[in-house]
Nanobody, 118 residues
């Protein structure tokens, strides 16, 4: 049973920073990619950032230059450093991982709330 557990969310003022962490556990043979998605109030879930093979990163245009994704595949953990946070970054942030157990599958965490006050 693969589980993803996020931490690090909270309330911050505009211009502040937060660091999210997501740790995976379970019988994972290999990691294809890990990433972060978010869902704001009344919005659809959207991609924030992904990291593939621990090296190749991809960011949504809205966060490029402010957010940094990194990972430690040995620890099966992905991080999201969020700087210069704005009220529009307010959302539930979900961790995603594409892992191989028997086959490659996509797994999701429960989400962590990030609230940015103006």
């Amino acid at each position: 049973q693969v589980q993803l557990v996020e931490s690090g969310g909270g309330l911050v003022q505009a211009g502040g920073s937060l660091r999210l962490s997501c740790a995976a556990s379970g019988n994972i043979d290999s990691i294809r990619s890990m990433g972060w998605y978010r869902q704001g109030p009344g919005k659809q879930r959207e991609l924030v950032a992904t990291i593939t093979a621990g090296i190749t990163t991809h960011y949504a245009a809205s966060v490029k230059g402010r957010f940094t994704i990194s990972s430690d595949n040995g620890k099966k953990t992905v991080y999201l450093q969020m700087n210069s946070l704005q009220p529009e970054d307010t959302a539930v942030y979900f961790c995603n991982g594409i892992f191989k157990t028997d086959l490659f599958k996509s797994y999701w965490g429960q989400g962590t709330q990030v609230t940015v006050s103006s």
